[in-house]
């Protein structure tokens, strides 16, 4: 009988200590959402992201796909 509560504690003492290593997981998790959330709540930051997605669309933007080509487009400034 005390090998199967010692036991039983046992499992209870691994569950809280996953619990608390989820919750700490979550916690930054939850913490990336809010600023998210923030950052996408701001009428200014919206406005710049429609504002280059529409550029974008109309070729007025350069879309570089390696660091070389960064290199390549600043030098050319």
């Given at each position: 009988?005390?090998?199967?509560?010692?036991?039983?504690?046992?499992?209870?003492?691994n569950?809280?200590?996953?619990?608390?290593?989820?919750?700490a997981?979550?916690?930054?998790?939850?913490?990336?959402?809010?600023?998210?959330?923030?950052?996408?709540?701001?009428?200014?930051?919206m406005?710049?992201?429609?504002?280059?997605?529409?550029?974008?669309?109309?070729?007025?933007?350069?879309?570089?796909e390696?660091?070389?080509?960064?290199?390549?487009?600043?030098?050319?400034?």
């Amino acid at each position: 009988m005390d090998v199967v509560y010692e036991n039983t504690i046992l499992d209870m003492i691994n569950d809280f200590e996953e619990f608390i290593d989820r919750l700490a997981m979550r916690k930054g998790e939850l913490g990336e959402l809010k600023d998210e959330l923030l950052i996408y709540n701001d009428p200014a930051f919206m406005k710049s992201i429609k504002t280059g997605l529409k550029e974008a669309e109309e070729g007025a933007v350069v879309k570089c796909e390696d660091m070389e080509e960064v290199k390549n487009l600043f030098e050319s400034l």
